[in-house]
Every structure is written in structure tokens, then in C-alpha cells.
């Protein structure tokens, strides 16, 4: 059912550069390029060229000449998509990159579909569905962590992971159907034993690629920051120290609610996303009490949260403000508190927050906001709030929710089984918890797919990739 | 005194793409790629490749994968530049690009300046000066013609008719420079006849190429329109009308002054760049005597000057203005009188307009604005008005003000030639304007230059050009 018609589209960044790519792919993609391309030496044509060769020629559509181009040859099965393909770089004229490609779909192309190249690639055995999923995010990565784990995606790596698993999982079931097979016999070639331990061992396997998800999402979308604390304490400055990091790569997402806006600030190729919560850009005009609380609405979706106290105030106020927090924080979130305003602050406020005792995942800054003074400290402590570096650890994060969303009904499956053995139910049973399982992981790599499935994947991405 | 550093830039447009292109030239241009680029083929090193090959690997620097890409090789003096250049096609992640950006540099390359390439592949004897602004002219041109006009000019078409005239300009001095060394014996090797012949030649060749400049101007940047008329005659309509075409393409350009904005439309492959004459925009609080004369002070700025007249007046008013009107139309620009409300207006009026006297650079079309009615034959019209299809008859047709301020310059030269053959003053002073004439031509393929030009004309370029 593969479609071999052959596709067109601009790979390169749309607008004007020095160059622009051309990309044709499909069972006639050398045959069409022939027809609008004319090599200076006479007689040369495409078909005749070998693979992985440049050609230096003009487009030529109608005698008139439309550009000087470089022109690229890839052969099936060597090239992105496994078909044929042609490169095409072009000047980077607008007009030039719609010229071409007018040309191309009247020689007997189709403007290609977003994604259809990888799509293809994925189609043609080239990569399977997690690695082709990956394409899209090292393109959309834009900071060393995210591009990291996506790199690592495309070449395979969690695919391996997953492929390990449902190697073991297959293991396992065969033994249970041939007992079904030998059901009036009641042996047991599966010893529950071994099979316990097994599924015991996948589910570890499963929870923590499930769990590695809160991770992955952070390294590519942004670690979620909320700063809350008084009006007055120095919230707004601290945002718009952090803003104005010379490091730091600023942008703003508006979100799904019209009162949503994000902060996205890059430090150190680590991605912060900074949640407005109320309070820190309209502190003036809010009942204090009000304000806090609708700061505190949002903890929730933190990874990190900066409680921000201002140390000009005596110590019991802040040590009340701050066991009020601890209440509403959980052990997966990082509470740093931010005692800023230390060059004007209480000497014995500082004194005392010092000796104050702090859990794990508690972390204290003493700072000044407005004179950027010991910011560095706080971003450090921010980085490692997060522990980044068990994305270097740890073999397989998962980053993409459509696999999340997969991952969490394998586990379910799998907690299925493990009740299955618990309370002795009956093979068949578990053979059909197993199978379910089976199908979710082969969801993920794509060897189960549908089309609704592929067309959600691939629509998102751009087109000529 | 050439430049042998190794350059590099991202060459396809700024942003994310599904590819994006990283060119590296110069004489360590292999080896640096070599550095950071690792085959899966074992052993497999690039300075070992033919030119004009591709090769798949990976980016690696210090021991981590920056992306899959594929590289292409292309060998001095068969290059763009006429040095050993690489292509590295890398995904488009903006973080990925300024990556091996920076990897480039720590491995030994310097960021390229803008027009760095091009500049490169002039001095190396890859193209003349004419040429290589070419290039900047095909990457900015945005309609058909301004593209063939740059794409000529990039292919040596300008720089053959200027060398041509050089040539002949050359024996013309050759031949009274002969006369100079056998100055006491008053021969004439240069038959006075024959050069007076020679020097018309050269002139009209010059004064062709000079005046070509308008045409050039208008088909490069869009040819100017400028809409008259009194208030309330429908000349916003006209414009929006205009700007509404489904085949135009619109941007607003802002121009050097704060109250000249100039909309730019493509209609079927012709730039047209509307002035926002006063009255147009503004109509309303306007007196009128007032708005009219300020619509007149930019007239003569324009190629085609839009007369809008509405019908529902009496035919003497009109004609009145139309009278008006002609006193500032010069014999090369085209008058369109815009007769328009057709569906509304008097009849007599009408047909006194339909049966009025024309010169050969006045127009008239019958429209209803509001309506759209017969704007096509309005287009047809100011498409037409000025002669495009010149373009297609004559070789060459400067766009550029470099060329066209020497041009300027050696044709004032040659006329002193001629000035001074009727006035027959001596050889040597004749020699001395023809060496001039020279020089200027030579400016321009680029023969003679200096660094301060050089550094003019590419410090426009893009990087990565």
C-alpha cells in the first residue's frame, strides 16, 4: 500500500538565504529531475549518474533558464526516505524556491505532505515510529538537553529500550500459551517463580520509563518554575534579573487560557519555563492575601518552586510564610527558598534562616535580586533542582506523551499481570493481560499502527521534513 | 593577497527547516570537516574523497553525537568559491546549526563575513564584480522579470556587452596613442573619420545602456505608480481594488522619509510600487485644491501616473483636469486617465471621454472600482506602459546604481571624446578621455577595484552568500 508517487517540497527554512534545498523523492524523482535539469556537459543526464553524486547544471523550464543549481543524487535504499531522491540547492530567492517547485509538479510531482519524507523513511523500514517521531523533535529542540535525548531517540535508543522489553514479554507469554496448549495436563513450563520475578522486572522497567516522563518533558519543553511569595518581596525583580540573564534566551508562550503566559528562558542549555503567577507582575493593585493565594493555585504544575521572602522582615513572619508553603508542596518538587533583599536585610533574620533546617528537597539562596547579586548560585541551584544529569545516566527518558500516554496503560497491563499471578488466575488470563501489553509497546516502535495514527504523528510536522 | 582562512556560515535561510546547509571553504576546509566528522564506514576520511561525492555520518565533538548529517564535497577550483568547500546538511534545529557553527570555529574555521563567498569566488576568478552582484540581485529579486534580468547578469550576459565595448575602445586608443609616439611627424593613424564613426557607436551603446537604467530600476524594485485625482473620485477604492487582486502579492515598504509608504504588488509577475500620494489615504480632511497638489509634487517620481476621473461629473470639469494634469506629465511617463463609476456616471461624459484625443503616452480605461469592473484591462494597461516585453529584446538592461552612476560617468567621457574630435584638439587629450571611458568600464566587471568598493558592495550581502 505504499505510495511511490513522487513528492516535492522546500526542505530549508522558509524566506530568503544565500541557498535554498529542493527536496524530490519517489519512484520517479531522478526521471522528473532530468527533465527540467541540463548539466553544461553535453549529453550528461541523471539517470545515467551514480549515487551519491553532485551534478553542477541549470533549471531549465520553457528554454528559459531559471537557475544555476547544485543538484544531488541519492538511490534507494541509501537515502532519508529509502526511494530515489534529488536534491536540489537553488539561490535563496523566494521566487526561485516557487519557480522550482511549480516546475517539479508540472514534470510530474506532488507537493509533498507535512512529515511525508520521514513518514516514508518510517514506511520503508528506515526507522521505526519513536525514531521517526524523534526527527521532529531534534528539529523543534532548542536547548543541549532536549536536543540530547531527541538525538538519541532517532538513532535508536528507545527503541532498543522497548524492543528489550517486549523481547522478554514475548518469552514469557510463549510459555504460557503452550501451557494452554497442554491445558488438560496442568503442567506449568512458565515456573511462577521465574515468572513473577520477570514481570516484577518489567514493571520496574515500565514505571520508571513512565516515571522518566516528568524528566523529559522538562528537558524539552522547559522545567516548570513557579515564583511565589508577598507582594513586595522582590518577585517581579528576581523574574526580570533571571530575564535579563546575559545567557539567557527569553521568549514568551501564550498558553491555552488567555491569562497564561509563560516565560521561557534558556540558561546553560537548560530550559526554565516561568509561570506568571499572579502576583508577580500586578502586585500593587491586589489584597495581599488574595494574591498569595492565587499564586499558590498554580504550585502544583511546578517542578521547581522559588519561595520568595524578603529579609528586611523579622524571622518568625518568614519562618511562618515558609512552613505555610511546605504544607502544599510534594516530595517530587523542589522548594528553594529565595531570601532576597540581603543587602539591606535583618541581620538576625539571615542569621537565623541560616541554621534553619531543610528537607531533601528543600534548598535555601540568599540573594539580591535587584543588584543581581549571587544569581549565579540560584540558577545553579535551579539546574540541579532538577537532576539534568540523570538524563546522561539513565539510558531512556521519555519525552513524547504519545508514548507516556502508551506507557502508562503497558504499566497498568502489566500491574494486571502481577495481580494475575497474585491471586492465581488462570493462564489464559494472563496471556491476554500480556498481549495487551505486547500491543501497547508495539505501538510505540510502530510495528502496530494505524493510519489515523501515522496521520496524527506526521501532521504536526513541517512540511519537507 | 588572498585570504586562504577557512569560512564557514549557515547558508539556507535563518530559522527552523527541515534541513539546513553549513558551507565551510577555504584551503583547511576538508581537513576541519574531518575533525568532526565520523563515517560509519570504518577508516573512511574525507580529504581521501573525490570532489562532488556525498557522505552520510555524524557530527561528533568531544565524544557527543551532535546530529546525523550528510556532507558533500566539492573540490578547488570546481567549487562556488574556487576553493576546497564543504556542504554539511544538518537537521534545521536552530540549536544544531549554531552548534557545528561553533564547532567549525573551535575546530579552526572563522564565521564568514557577509558576501564572503561570493567575494571569494570574484577574487578567485570565478565571475567578474557584475557577476558576483548578480548574485545578491537573483537571491533578493521577487518577480519573473526582475529574476531573468539578475539571472542574465549573474551568467556573464552584462559583463560580455561591457567587455565588448572596452574592446573596441581599446583599439580606438591603441590607435591614437600610435599617433602620440610619432607626434613630430603628424601622421594619422587613426583615421578621423572612421573614429568619429566609432566614437557615435560607443556613445549610443553607452547612452542605451544609461537609459536602460529606468526600465532596469522599474523591473527591479517595482515600477512606479503614482494614483491622482481629486477627493471622492475613488482613488482609495482604485488602490484596495488593486491590492486586493488574488494574484497580487502586497508588502508595505517603508520609505526613508516617515510619511512615504509605498505598497509593492506583484501582479502577474510585475512588481508595481504604488506611492501613498497624498489624497489617497487621507482624503477627507483635506482641502482639496491642497490634497491635489501634493498628490502632483511626487508625480514626477512615477512611471505611470493614475489620472482617476469620475464620471458622474460633467465632461468639461474632467477635461479640465485631465488638461491639467498633462502640463506636468513628462514624454516618458505614461498617463493612464482612470475613467471612473462607469456603472453610475453621465452618460455624455462617457462618451465625450471615449471619443477624446490621446498622445502616444496617454491611456484611457473605463472602470467601476467599486465594483471591480474592467480592472484587468487597468493592469493590462500599466503592465504595459512601461515596455517589459523590452526586456526580452534588448541584451541588457542595467538594474544596478553602481553600474548605472559609472555608466553615467563614461558616457559624459565619451562625449568629451566626441566634443573634442569637432573642436580637433590633440591626440593626447583625446587618448586621455578614452582611458577614462576605460577605467569607468573597467569598474565595473570589476578589472579595476579597489578594497573600499569591494567592501561596499559585499558588506550588503547575507551571511552565508
Do not use: W
Request: glycine share 6%.
Amino acid at each position: 500500500m505504499l505510495d511511490q508517487t513522487t513528492i516535492c517540497a522546500i526542505s530549508t527554512s522558509p524566506g530568503i538565504g544565500a541557498i535554498a534545498i529542493i527536496r524530490l523523492s519517489g519512484s520517479e524523482a531522478i526521471p522528473i529531475a532530468d527533465k527540467i535539469f541540463k548539466s553544461p556537459k553535453k549529453g550528461k543526464i541523471l539517470v545515467e549518474q551514480l549515487a551519491n553524486t553532485i551534478h553542477f547544471g541549470h533549471i531549465i523550464f520553457k528554454d528559459e533558464i531559471i537557475d544555476e543549481v547544485v543538484l544531488s543524487i541519492f538511490k534507494a535504499p541509501h537515502s532519508f526516505t529509502g526511494e530515489n531522491s534529488i536534491e536540489i540547492a537553488c539561490h535563496g530567492s523566494v521566487y526561485i524556491q516557487q519557480k522550482i517547485l511549480e516546475i517539479l509538479v508540472e514534470s510530474g510531482a506532488r507537493l509533498a505532505l507535512p512529515g511525508e519524507y520521514t513518514q516514508r523513511a518510517f514506511l520503508n523500514g528506515k526507522m521505526d515510529l519513536s525514531q521517526a517521531e524523534a526527527v521532529a523533535d531534534v528539529i523543534a529542540s532548542s536547548n543541549a538537553a532536549a536536543h540530547k535525548l531527541s538525538i538519541n531517540q532517532m538513532r535508536g535508543g528507545f527503541s532498543k529500550e522497548i524492543k528489550e522489553l517486549r523481547g522478554q514479554l514475548l518469552h514469557f507469554t510463549a510459555m504460557i500459551e503452550l501451557e494452554l496448549d497442554f491445558a488438560e495436563e496442568e503442567v506449568e513450563f512458565a515456573d511462577r517463580t521465574e515468572l513473577r520475578n520477570l514481570t516484577n522486572k518489567i514493571e520496574v522497567l515500565l514505571r520508571n520509563l513512565k516515571d522518566s516522563f516528568q524528566l523529559g518533558n522538562a528537558i524539552k519543553n522547559g522545567i516548570p518554575v513557579a515564583i511565589v511569595g508577598e507582594t513586595n518581596v522582590g518577585k517581579s525583580t528576581l523574574l526580570n534579573a533571571l530575564l535579563n540573564e546575559d545567557k539567557a534566551i527569553v521568549s514568551n508562550i501564550h498558553g491555552t487560557t488567555r491569562d497564561v503566559i509563560e516565560d521561557v528562558i534558556n540558561i546553560h542549555g537548560t530550559a526554565f519555563r516561568f509561570f506568571d503567577t499572579a502576583g508577580i507582575r500586578e502586585t500593587k493593585d491586589h489584597i495581599e492575601n488574595l494574591g498569595i493565594e492565587r499564586s499558590y493555585s498554580k504550585l502544583e504544575l511546578a517542578t521547581v518552586v522559588l519561595l520568595v521572602v524578603d529579609t528586611e522582615n523579622p524571622y518568625p513572619i518568614i519562618a511562618k510564610r515558609i512552613n505555610n508553603i511546605r504544607d502544599r508542596i510534594s516530595d517530587s518538587q523542589t522548594l528553594v527558598i529565595v531570601a532576597n533583599k540581603i543587602d539591606s536585610g535583618l541581620n538576625e533574620t539571615i542569621q537565623q534562616l541560616e541554621v534553619m533546617d531543610l528537607t531533601d528537597n528543600e534548598k535555601m539562596v540568599f540573594i539580591a535580586a535587584k543588584q543581581k547579586q549571587n544569581m549565579d548560585e540560584l540558577i545553579d541551584l535551579m539546574i540541579h533542582s532538577i537532576n539534568i544529569e540523570a538524563a546522561d545516566h539513565q539510558d531512556i527518558i521519555v519525552t513524547n506523551v504519545r508514548h507516556f500516554e502508551i506507557l502508562k496503560n503497558a504499566h497498568e497491563a502489566i500491574l494486571r499481570v502481577l495481580n494475575g499471578l497474585d491471586s492465581g488466575i488462570t493462564g489464559d488470563f494472563l496471556a491476554q493481560d500480556i498481549r495487551e501489553c505486547l500491543h501497547y509497546l508495539g505501538e510505540i516502535t510502530g510495528e502496530i499502527s494505524t493510519n489515523e495514527v501515522l496521520g496524527h504523528i506526521f501532521k504536526n510536522f513541517c512540511i519537507g521534513k
